[in-house]
């Protein structure tokens, strides 16, 4: 959604007044003068859209276009009044219908005296219903036409009308970013403050109101939104909002303000980052106005995430290093009293990894099941702990097995770093040291990967769940090979499958006298 | 075969493409005063991430503080009013064609996702949760509630009440999965009925608190442990059923087939319990 904001300038730039209201009847908004030989005119444009015509014309006294009286052409009345138009003062600042109540004509004659007191008594109305509306409106405002009507820009008194217009242009494109959270706002928008206001306990916005920038003092009512891109909010006890308020930069102090909507802030996020670079930018750049936004941030720094990262990796690799050495040494004691049986297993595991892998499978469905069929059937209590004790033991024991597997296959590649490190034994150690090495390989390079931070997150994420899909993988083939093998005792399943090739060590292999797997 | 399904694996580790994973971690506070409203209905519904539940500032009539990635998901607040009985719903829903949510579960990271939600100390609430994969901290005290609904999938969660309830309710209904569960201060719930089903894990249900009036409460549980801790002065009577659970409960007498605690009688309120477990322990333990 592309929101043009046409800016149109409503009265003359010279006479841009103060005293305009947002509910002005009779309020004088600016002035045109008209001089000519014969006749010398006032145009007074007036808030609600309507105008007043003083003119002395001919010898004649003419208030929107009909004669109030008389006068004498080149008389003291004509010379007065043309004095008072054509002097700069009455058009210098605020109070244009103040000064027009204090002019006193210089009338000599009947007829001239007549109209002059005319003129006094007019202009004493319209200063009188200037001032009562200016009392009800918000002071020091000025207003501009926009596309979606009348906004007032508060406080008028700093801003040219070239700021004026860059600011609404800017406040259009914020309400365009923040799309559906301030939908139809736009629409309602009634006044956009840019710089220390007061909206006074007596006062009413009808419709909404933006914060640029700023000290805001509500304290009285906004019958719509209140958005605040920036600056500082203060609702006092007084101040009534009728809508949400919004607050995407800035602050909002709630001193007891009623509101009928919601408080939402965003506190931190793309949009407010945007808020925070956008309008500080646009705003210090074009309009030369002081800009702090409070956006937290949850960052740490460049070196603190580096730290953080390094951290990270660093207790990862750790881990991985402590549950190498951990199942390393239980692999080893494995090896040590049951290498037959391990060796048995693992073998089934190489040799028909897949049916393993789908009777591991199986198994774990059933483990579940099968306790509640001991616990149901009860041929004796025995069974279950004896059952219980069977599954955990047959989980690392198969995840073990797997290694010796994967540790043997390893042996067999032609890797140069197993004879740089010298790890290349045929002895079940070794194999079950190098594929823990393998298993758990994966585990250690993700951790790795948190030194490249945020970058690679969904790699690294990847890769732990790799290692975690690897490791079940592992369990369950392991699993499946010790039903398949009853615990490896049953030696003859193994001989079954065609795998010498693949097992056989190549001849250039050194062998620690721990002897080959059994097949 | 083990050549073939090695390189499968290294197939997979190696494929894995190289693109970064876009978050936009965001957070937004939304409260509400609480003015013209006499009664309040929240619908709360959070899958993932860490879940406080707290007493919000007075005055407010909810105050939520949320942090949630927007690249993945757009969190929703419904609000209705219903002369002055309002209803709030928060939930979440996902960027993309097919609505769903692709979470981060990594509790170990920094960033991670939280909603703090404030409660109204002053208007009444219902407050009912679904809460998914959450570390959940959920401390009532002061919250004047009606009614309470928790129901989690698999979170960690501590339930609390703090100080006495200053409304009550008829019924507070406990729904665990898989989860280690911890309420306590039940006592100060001022509860007519409590319902708990539990499925597997751990689960500590402590009724300490200031009674002032009889209830009654029942207990399914699956799988797992259950303590049940109570006050000395409150009148326990326990009706268990399932014979595969162990029952723990030193000093209680068997009477006509329910468990009773030692001043059963002459307590001036009662708890009584209708306990049915599946498989696993209970122990009942007296507070100090």
Known sequence: MRRVWMVAVAVAVALWPAASGLTAQEAVTGSTVSLAAGAASLELALADGGSRIISLREGELLIDGEVQGSYEPGGTLDSSWRSLLTSPALFEGSGLADRLAEWVPDASGDADAASGSALEALFDRLAESSNRTAAAALPETATINVSGGQVAIAPSRIMSLGELNRGVELLGRQLEVLGGQVAGMEDNLALVVHDDYTVDADQLVEGSLALLSGDLNLEGTVDGDVLVLDGVLTLARSARVSGDILQVGGEVIDAGGRVSGEMVSLLAGELGGLIAGDIAVDLVDEMDVPVQVHVRSNQRGFIGSIGHNIGHAFSGLMASVMWLLALSALGFVVVYFFRSRLEVVAQVVRADTMRSFGVGLAGQLMVLPVLLLLVVGIVTWLVIPVYALAVALAIPAGYLAAAHAVGEAVQDQNFEWLDRFRLRRASSYHYVFTGLLFLLAPFAIGSALYLLGGMLGFVRGLMFFAAGALTWAAVSTGFGAIILTRGGGRKGHASQADFDDLFSAPDSFESDGEGEASA | ?288
């Open chain 2, 1 to 288: 075969m083990l050549r073939t399904t090695l390189a499968a694996a290294a197939l997979l580790v190696a494929a894995a493409p190289v693109v970064a994973q876009e978050t936009d971690w965001t957070e937004v506070r939304a409260r509400r005063q609480a003015d013209g409203v006499a009664s309040l209905t929240i619908d709360v519904e959070y899958f993932a991430g860490e879940l406080r539940v707290a007493a919000a500032d007075a005055g407010l009539l909810y105050d939520t503080h949320l942090k949630y990635d927007a690249a993945r998901m757009r969190p929703e607040r419904k609000w209705s009013v219903d002369g002055e009985a309002a209803r709030l719903v928060i939930g979440f829903e996902g960027i993309g064609d097919d609505g769903e949510i692709d979470f981060d579960l990594d509790m170990d990271e920094e960033d991670h996702g939280f909603l703090n939600l404030g409660l109204s100390p002053d208007v009444p609430t219902d407050l009912r949760m679904k809460v998914g994969a959450a570390l959940s901290v959920v401390d009532l005290g002061g919250v004047p509630l009606t009614g309470l609904v928790y129901q989690t999938a698999a979170s960690d969660t501590e339930l609390a009440f703090g100080s006495v309830n200053p409304a009550s309710m008829e019924r507070l209904e406990l729904k665990v999965g898989v989860a280690e569960f911890t309420a306590t201060g039940l006592g100060n719930a001022r509860f007519d009925e409590l319902e708990f089903t539990g499925g597997l894990g751990d689960v500590r249900l402590d009724f300490t608190g200031e009674w002032s009036a009889d209830a009654s409460a029942t207990i399914e549980m699956g799988l797992g442990s259950l303590t049940l801790v109570v006050p000395p002065d409150l009148g326990v009577r326990i009706n268990k059923k399932g014979f595969l659970a162990s029952l723990d409960a030193p000093g209680f007498t068997k009477v006509d087939g329910a468990w009773q605690s030692p001043g059963w009688e002459s307590a001036s309120h009662r708890l009584d319990i209708h306990l049915r477990a599946a498989l696993g322990t209970i122990e009942v333990r007296q507070a100090s």
